[in-house]
């Protein structure tokens, strides 16, 4: 589909640039009316998944809503993350329920195999999303941010018209598309604080994580670690299947896999994202497909799209989620 310049997100004139739009709602933004119901899933391997559900409102104890959110979030987040909370709130209060599942390791306990997550784990997604089906849902959108975008668009592109009819829509924000363009670009010395901080909580994984898998993980390798590059090719490939950071990006970028993709797919990324240049992104190839629409917003930062005015609390891209996934 053609590639659209909207230019309908308007930020706070106090948030001038994309590094502000980013830091701000993710330091300053507070949501506390949505409450979780935590479930627990067995993978294959015997590790868990943590889905955390929250009920669209009105709804009647033990009645079965058919409309459901599957929300994926991003790199070192967790379902209680602001975005994701936003999302949920907006979205309870139009009639879905959600289901917002944390990443091995991201939801408040370890997880328990030597593996993590990576940006194309999306055997983890499809056991969410068959959970979901068990559960008498009919109809099923999902929704990511960041790199949960890359793993959702991953995830319908792999599957292509072979996809559980089920699943009718979905919506991505801030996606890195293309990995290592990414993982390159948040080196800049701008865009350290970002990677300092994903460092920082990665680095006490590793070491809880070498503790119980000494043969897998030698936390002392951590100190070859300046860039989530070096992250990635010394501990998510390895630890994944892969020959190498760069064999992870080709095997897991959602560039790779946009053409298969068989259901309406937006992708919002903003101009002025720090951490996904508007480069990166396969616009060429985005604009021969029939079921993908990309949206570029001039402003938002990384999931960020706080809007100068809004009247129910609601961030700009959980309007515009919402208006994608409720029309016919």
């Excluded at 593996?115 to 999902?142: C, N």
Aim: glycine share 8%.
């Amino acid at each position: 589909m053609p590639v659209l310049k909207n230019n309908s997100h308007n930020p706070p004139f106090w948030l001038p640039n994309g590094h502000l739009q980013t830091i701000y709602p993710a330091l300053f933004r507070i949501i506390k009316e949505v409450k979780y119901q935590r479930e627990r899933i067995v993978t294959p391997d015997l590790d868990f998944l943590d889905l955390d559900w929250s009920l669209s409102e009105g709804k009647i104890a033990g009645q079965i809503n058919k409309k459901l959110v599957i929300l994926s979030h991003g790199l070192e987040g967790d379902s209680s993350r602001q975005y994701i909370l936003g999302m949920v709130r907006l979205l309870n209060a139009h009639g879905y329920d959600c289901l917002a599942w944390n990443f091995r390791s991201c939801g408040g306990e370890m997880n328990n195999t030597a593996r993590f997550y990576h940006s194309g784990a999306t055997e983890d997604l499809d056991m969410v999303v068959k959970q979901a089906i068990l559960k008498g849902y009919e109809d099923i959108q999902l929704l990511g941010f960041s790199l949960g975008g890359n793993l959702t668009l991953k995830y319908l592109g792999e599957r292509g018209d072979s996809i559980d009819k089920k699943i009718k829509k979905s919506v991505v924000f801030s996606v890195p598309m293309n990995l290592k363009a990414c993982s390159l670009a948040i080196i800049r010395p701008e865009n350290r604080i970002y990677q300092s901080r994903f460092l920082k909580t990665l680095k006490p994984k590793v070491d809880r994580k070498a503790i119980h898998f000494p043969m897998d993980i030698n936390a002392g390798d951590f100190k070859f670690v300046n860039t989530l590059y070096d992250f990635d090719h010394l501990f998510t490939a390895p630890l994944h299947g892969f020959h190498s950071a760069d064999h992870y990006y080709e095997s897991c970028s959602s560039m790779f896999f946009v053409k298969g993709i068989a259901i309406p797919t937006l992708i919002v990324n903003a101009a002025n994202d720090p951490i996904v240049p508007v480069a990166s992104l396969p616009i060429e190839t985005i604009e021969k497909l029939d079921q993908v629409f990309l949206e570029i917003t001039s402003s938002g930062g990384h999931c960020g799209f706080r809007p100068a005015v809004s009247v129910d609390g609601a961030y700009w891209s959980e309007s515009r989620a919402l208006k994608f996934l409720a029309y016919n």
